[in-house]
């Protein structure tokens, strides 16, 4: 099926995150996960990628596991840090050989220590041209592209940014997956301006249910996702764990039940290679292919 189709029906189609652990019992754990959470008959799972080339080989590997695991399309995030065009070819051909059926195509963050992206030697320098790239050499994978309801931190204003996310779908991409929010305020006027700059495709919303505030706190910075002030205080009224993951969950769930209320297509959720929480959120909601 291709991505778009994914969405094509009606109900609301689930897609879950992962990353490449760093080792063999974080494989293992990341598979039991993965079967627990096929209990909301996701649509498919994705793994991030990361400059670097053992964490690259991971996300296959990773990919691999889950495809046999559940017979589910996978997608591969890839940036364009650290390789040129013929790198990334191969990575794509390496992908496809091993049943990949989409690709998130990032341009990636500034590696660690540096503060602006830097092209590599025969790479790319936006995400448009590797939508471009995968779509002349590598025509049948699906492409997802990143979109920023909170406009993405390098962007000159949220109108540039919006066109630069035009300039991807217009080079192929089939749908945008956002950013993480905590405010549905600000998915809705993001898929407002997306209508309304003529982006037709679907757009899908990205939610991480968060655990603690320390964990909240270091991805807002990292994301630039704001964190309401009624969620900070709730989360900060009390230290235990077992609060601030009740806290976390609850408003994932807020936001969800939110989302479903006002028709999104689907979500993706953050899963963080985890399912206690997902499993929470999600539970007794009507889901796409639920019965
Ligand atoms: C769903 C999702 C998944 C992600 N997965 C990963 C991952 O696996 N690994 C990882 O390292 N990072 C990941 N990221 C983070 C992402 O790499 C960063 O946010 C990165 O800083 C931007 O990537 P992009 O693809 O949005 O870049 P682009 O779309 O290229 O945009 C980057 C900046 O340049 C501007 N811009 C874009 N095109 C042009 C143009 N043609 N001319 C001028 N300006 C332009 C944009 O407005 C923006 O400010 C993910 C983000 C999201 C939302």
Do not use: W
Not at 111 to 123: A, L, M, N, Q, R
Not at 169 to 180: K, Y
């Amino acid at each position: 099926m291709t991505l778009a189709d994914q969405y094509s029906s009606d109900g609301c189609a689930i897609s879950f995150e992962l990353f490449p652990p760093k080792t063999a019992e974080g494989i293992n754990s990341l598979c039991e996960n993965v079967e627990r959470l096929m209990q909301f008959n996701p649509k498919y799972f994705t793994c991030t990628y990361g400059a670097g080339g053992s964490s690259q080989r991971t996300t296959l590997d990773v990919l691999e596991r889950v495809k046999k695991l559940t017979k589910l399309p996978v997608a591969s995030h890839l940036t364009c840090v650290g390789s040129n065009t013929d790198q990334l070819c191969e990575y794509l051909q390496r992908a496809t050989d091993i049943g990949v059926d989409y690709i998130v195509a990032l341009r990636g963050d500034p590696p660690k220590g540096s503060t602006e992206f830097s092209v590599t030697d025969g790479g790319l320098r936006y995400a448009n041209e590797l939508v471009d790239l995968i779509r002349a050499k590598f025509g049948d994978l699906g492409i997802a592209v990143a979109g920023y309801p909170e406009v993405h931190q390098e962007a000159v204003d949220a109108k540039t940014d919006l066109e630069n996310l035009k300039r991807k779908v217009d080079a192929g991409a089939d749908i945008v997956i956002t950013q993480l929010f905590y405010d549905n305020a600000d998915f809705y006027r993001f898929r407002d301006d997306c209508v309304a700059a003529g982006i037709n495709v679907p757009i899908i919303p990205g939610v991480l249910p968060v655990t603690n505030f320390k964990q909240a706190q270091r991805i807002a910075g990292m994301c630039k996702a704001a964190i309401p002030a009624s969620l900070e205080a709730e989360m900060t009224r009390d230290d235990a764990p077992e609060h601030q993951f009740r806290v976390g969950v609850e408003h994932a769930r807020k936001q969800t039940i939110d989302l479903l209320e006002n028709g999104v297509p689907g979500i993706h959720y953050y899963v963080l290679n985890k399912s206690d929480a997902a499993v929470e959120l999600l539970d007794g909601l009507q889901l796409a292919g639920q019965p």
